[in-house]
Nanobody, 122 residues
């Protein structure tokens, strides 16, 4: 059974920084993993994807240059470093994973999800 647990969320002023962590158990860290976010009444949005087979990544244009995703294979942690946070970044942030060599950008592709961690920027 795959378990994903997010942490690191909280409240921060605009321009500040936060680092989110996703600890994975029962999952091969070399497989697809990503970060998503969602606000009430809106569709879940793909923020960043860590692809399999290499360290290649995808970033949504709205966070490119401000957010950075990284993966620690030994500690089984996927991290999201967020700098220059804006009020528009306020959302529930989710970690997700999907076994297999092919990584999709759509949230429907991912079978395993964490419970989320709230980020509030004011």
């Amino acid at each position: 059974h795959v378990q994903l647990v997010e942490s690191g969320g909280g409240s921060v002023q605009a321009g500040g920084s936060l680092k989110l962590s996703c600890e994975a158990s029962g999952y091969t860290m070399r497989n697809c993993m990503g970060w998503f976010r969602q606000v009430p009444g809106k569709e879940r949005e793909t923020i960043a994807i860590m692809y399999t087979g290499a360290s290649s990544t995808y970033y949504h244009d709205s966070v490119k240059g401000r957010f950075a995703v990284s993966r620690d294979f030994d500690k089984r942690i996927l991290s999201l470093k967020m700098d220059s946070l804006e009020p528009e970044d306020t959302a529930m942030y989710y970690c997700a994973a999907e076994p297999g060599p092919v990584c999709g950008l759509e949230q429907s592709w991912y079978h395993y999800w964490g419970q989320g961690t709230q980020v509030t920027v004011s």
